[in-house]
């Protein structure tokens, strides 16, 4: 059975101080309201990230994240963090390929492929990030697009090593624009992508893959996003800033 996922994508957003109120209420709603089978991941700024797990305790169903990590080992790279720092702060998930890193920090798909076998190495499980822009869309080759930036960030790793994956499919179109991609559309696209993770890896493995949906989900939406076959959970950005909204869409399931 492939796990449901809720992972909360901070940006860089929150003071110290407002992460940890953010945190408290999060676990505060969680242990009073949430009793299904749904787990939260929190990706913090790097730096809330030991502070947050200390939080976090031995809550249950909720984990840290990060957004990014190195695509280096070690070594002499200022303002750099390693998979190996992560991991030995408890780290357990980490964002690899956001499209924000891609068109902001132009990460290409060869550097996101060495960040997700170094994640892996260090015991940290990658989310993956892939979708399409609105041109790509509007010019009708986003499956193929998408399917591009699995095989190119993906499918150089073992059939072990690629069942640790969590992919999120994120349309750039409907990152923080308030644009939900359709729960059709939605559909398409993640049974599109678990086609072509079967069509390498075989069945067994695609049905086990977790695929999140990201892209103005919210409480409203995430239901009928949730109720599709094969979006397995979500990537959330503006709505994991409000505990209120994180716990109701986790609760979504
Ligand atoms: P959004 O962001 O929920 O604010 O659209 C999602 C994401 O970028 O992961």
């Known amino acids: 059975m492939r796990k449901k996922i809720v992972a909360g994508n901070w940006k860089m957003n929150m ?11 999060i676990l505060n709603m969680m242990k009073d309201e949430h009793s299904g089978d749904a787990i939260a991941v929190l990706n913090p700024p790097f730096p ?6 200390k939080l976090i305790g031995e ?3 909720v984990f840290i994240g990060a957004q990014n990590c190195s695509d280096k080992e070690a070594g002499a790279f200022t303002g750099e963090v390693s998979a190996k720092i992560l991991a030995s702060f408890g780290v357990q998930y980490v964002i690899i390929g956001h499209s924000e890193r891609r068109e902001y920090f132009k990460e290409s798909n060869e550097m996101l492929a060495t960040k997700v076998k170094l994640a892996l190495a260090n015991g940290l499980i990658p989310i993956f990030c ?4 609105l041109e790509i869309r509007t010019a009708g080759t986003h499956e193929p697009n998408v399917k ?4 190119e960030g993906l499918f150089d790793l073992s059939t072990e090593d690629f069942a640790k994956i969590v992919i999120a499919y994120e349309p750039i179109w409907a990152i923080g624009t308030g644009k939900t991609a359709t729960s059709e559309e939605a559909q398409e696209m993640h049974a599109a992508l678990r086609r072509h993770v079967a069509s ?9 893959t977790s695929i ?10 995430a239901q009928e996003l949730f109720g599709k076959p094969d979006v397995d959970g979500g990537l959330i950005g503006g ?9 109701d869409i986790i609760k979504s399931f």
């Open 48 to 53: 809330h990230i030991f502070p947050v797990k």
């Open 239 to 247: 709505a994991s800033l409000k505990s209120r909204d994180f716990v």
């Open 59 to 61: 809550a249950k169903g």
């Open 200 to 208: 390498k890896y075989g069945k067994d493995i695609a049905e086990n």
């Open 212 to 221: 999140l949906y990201g892209g103005s989900c919210n409480p409203k939406n």
């Open 15 to 25: 003071t110290f101080e407002e992460g940890q109120t953010l945190t408290s209420e």
């Open 130 to 133: 892939c979708g399409e822009s």
């Open 148 to 151: 591009f930036q699995l095989t």
